[in-house]
């Protein structure tokens, strides 16, 4: 069974500050994909990444896939209240699964 | 598109009863899965379909069982509903010619066993 550990588990911060927040396997995955859901709504994908050592980003978000594709990390730059939710990793090891990790609940205090 | 669409949105049952849970899909996505999400967990994945009569087991299937009579719809039954069951349950589909399976996902249904 693939293990993906998230973390912190919870990070709250000031609005404006940045933050990272880490996704690691012992595993290679052959791709990773970033969710965010909102109380009461279902998970939302952000972005995937693919390839080794890439770096997507999404307004003030930037994502990146470790060179190993064993570990992720997802950048917010001047954090915003509405940035405010569970972030999930969820890691596909070749087949038409996902494995997800146990998120990591961010709060943006204003 | 309405997406992915779950009914009911919130139910309780009692110990021993049974129910199903509804999915349905207007995307003509092969892929559908239905996860469970338990307070300050992540989704683990109970069952899944890679089309319609294909169904597959996830990591905790016990208690539940799954059929895919057509592309749109995939109903999750739960049999003898136990208190261990009380979770937010997830339908998700994913699209053939993906090779990553980024997954949609409904707006949930929350189910409290008592």
């Known amino acids: 069974t693939q293990l993906l550990e998230q973390s912190p588990q919870f990070l709250s911060i000031q609005e404006g500050e940045n933050l990272t927040v880490y996704c690691n396997s012992s595993?290679?995955?052959?791709?990773l994909q970033w969710y965010r859901q909102e109380p009461g709504e279902g998970p939302v994908l952000l972005v995937t990444?693919?390839?080794?050592?890439e770096v997507k980003k999404l307004k003030r978000l930037t994502f990146q896939f470790g060179d190993a594709r064993k570990d992720s990390s997802l950048h917010i730059t001047a954090a915003q209240p509405g940035d405010t939710g569970l972030y999930l990793c969820?890691?596909?090891?070749?087949?038409?699964?996902?494995?997800f990790g146990t998120g990591t609940r961010l709060t943006i205090i204003p | 598109n309405a997406g992915v669409t779950q009914t009911p949105k919130f139910r309780i049952l009692k110990i021993g009863q049974s129910m199903t849970l509804q999915c349905t899909q207007d995307m003509n996505h092969n892929y559908m899965y239905w996860y469970r999400q338990d307070p300050g967990m992540g989704l683990k994945l109970i069952y899944y379909?890679?089309?319609?009569?294909?169904?597959d087991k996830g990591e905790v299937p016990n208690g539940y069982n799954v059929s895919r009579s057509t592309t749109e719809d995939f109903p999750l039954r739960l049999e003898l509903a136990a208190p261990s069951q009380t979770s937010v349950y997830f339908c998700a589909s994913s699209y053939l010619g993906t090779s990553s399976y980024e997954q949609y996902f409904g707006p949930g249904t929350r189910l409290t066993v008592t």
């Open positions: 595993s290679v995955f052959s791709s």
């Open positions: 379909s890679v089309g319609a009569g294909i169904t």
């Open positions: 969820a890691g596909n090891f070749g087949n038409e699964k996902l494995t």
């Open positions: 990444v693919v390839t080794g050592g």
